[in-house]
Nanobody
Framework: QVQLVESGGGLVQAGGSLRLSCAASGRTFGSYAMAWFRQAPGKERELVGFISSSGRSINYANFVKGRFTISRDNAKNTLYLQINSLKPEDTAVYYC?????????WGQGTQVTVSS
């Protein structure tokens, strides 16, 4: 079993930044890849990006365009998503999930709302 708990979301003005965290417990966190997804109102859930178990390999969706950074600290069992230059279209619930691919386990999500 893996338990995932996201935090760090909130209301922010366009152009601002947020750092989302995902605390993991259960199976050995450092042994599997992790991913971030997001779901905007009325839209399907979409992949933001994923990171290898070691953190040395990271892949992003095309829409990220350098504004998002995924990282992990295996010693702290924590996954991160840094989002800069936030836009209103980034408004969504952000989820962490793993092991990736397959994504058997999901957090409850954290709401990010960007005002214009």
């Amino acid at each position: 079993q893996v338990q995932l708990v996201e935090s760090g979301g909130g209301l922010v003005q366009a152009g601002g930044s947020l750092r989302l965290s995902c605390a993991a417990s259960g199976r050995t966190f450092g042994s599997y890849a992790m991913a971030w997804f997001r779901q905007a109102p009325g839209k399907e859930r979409e992949l933001v990006g994923f990171i290898s178990s070691s953190g040395r390999s990271i892949n992003y969706a095309n829409f990220v365009k350098g504004r998002f950074t995924i990282s992990r600290d295996n010693a702290k069992n924590t996954l991160y998503l840094q989002i800069n230059s936030l836009k209103p279209e980034d408004t969504a619930v952000y989820y962490c999930t793993g092991p990736h691919p397959g994504n058997a386990y999901w957090g409850q999500g954290t709401q990010v709302t960007v005002s214009s």
